[in-house]
């Protein structure tokens, strides 16, 4: 996947808060030519982030259905600082469970620094990205493979889990309800979030606040069943007086003035 410069991506943050914005508006926003901005256009076009409309460009048509690497790049900012503050729970030695979904690769991405962990998945960038030098002890479960997902799903892969009793398990999360928890678009997806609450001694929740506006269809879990929720902002107050939401909120804002 190509990377995105700074522009493109504050492009991409900019049409997910206002929908359709016009190429001038966006040429004046950035104080460079019309043809530097339709060519940043291209390029997230060609990555699936956004869409072409007459004299400007406007979010994706279907958001749901974004391949992986096109979903990692929003909110990107806040996914990583996400990651790296689930991963500073997680002590050297641990063994950890990690799902599937894109803010989960971002905590992988922090525990490289870890060391002598057991980690178990079956998200294929994640095992991607621990093949980068470290002490650590990695399991791919098997599976059928999702392409556009960058994962493996199945029996198998419900199997492989199951095998585990874990310290931890990071899981993310398809969409958020204040009253019914955590969704997911997919029914086997959140059943693979269910395995892994059921195979871990801690649990984690990693979502960005983009998640609350999310109508996924499938439960996985009520609030109850997590321990820990890592994000960077929560919507209206009432939302953390529900029933069961976790106490433990680590509100990264609280870190980096978001």
């Known amino acids: ?12 943050e900019m049409i997910r808060g206002s929908g359709l914005l016009s190429i001038n508006a966006l040429s004046s926003h950035f104080g460079v030519a019309t043809q530097t901005i339709r060519r940043d256009i291209n390029a ?14 406007a979010p994706p048509s279907n958001p749901v259905n974004l391949t992986f690497s096109a979903r990692r790049i929003l909110n990107e900012e806040a996914k990583r600082s996400i990651g790296q503050y689930a991963a500073a729970r997680i002590p050297d030695g641990s063994t950890v469970l990690l799902g599937i979904g894109t803010t ?9 620094d ?11 960038e994640v095992a991607r990205l621990l093949c980068s030098g470290t002490d650590h002890d990695v399991h791919l ?13 199945g029996p198998a892969t419900l199997r492989g889990f199951s095998g585990f009793l874990a310290d931890f398990a990071l899981i993310g ?5 204040a009253v019914h928890g955590v969704l997911d678009f997919k029914h086997f997806d959140a059943e693979i979030g269910r395995v892994l609450l059921d195979h871990a001694r801690h649990t984690i929740l990693v979502a960005d606040q983009s998640k609350w506006a999310k109508t996924a269809k499938c439960t996985v879990a009520g609030w109850g069943r997590f321990d ?5 902002r929560l919507p209206e107050a009432e939302a953390t007086g529900s029933p069961g939401f976790p106490d433990d909120v ?3 804002e609280a870190f980096n003035g978001v």
């Not at 870890?114 to 294929?124: A, D, F, P, Q």
């Not at 479960?141 to 799903?153: F, H, I, K, N, T």
């Not at 820990?228 to 960077?232: H, I, L, R, W």
């Open 1 to 12: 996947m190509m990377e995105l410069n700074d522009r493109q991506r504050q492009i991409v």
């Open 228 to 232: 820990s929720f890592v994000t960077d």
């Open 114 to 124: 870890k060391s002598n962990l057991t980690i178990v998945t079956n998200n294929l």
């Open 44 to 57: 997230l076009c060609e990555q699936g982030v956004a869409r072409r409309v007459h004299g400007g460009v």
């Open 141 to 153: 479960v098997g599976g059928q493979l999702r392409a556009e997902d960058r994962d493996v799903a």
């Open 250 to 252: 680590e509100l990264i």
């Open 104 to 112: 989960v690769q971002y905590v992988a991405e922090a525990l490289l």
């Open 173 to 177: 999360a398809g969409g958020l309800d």
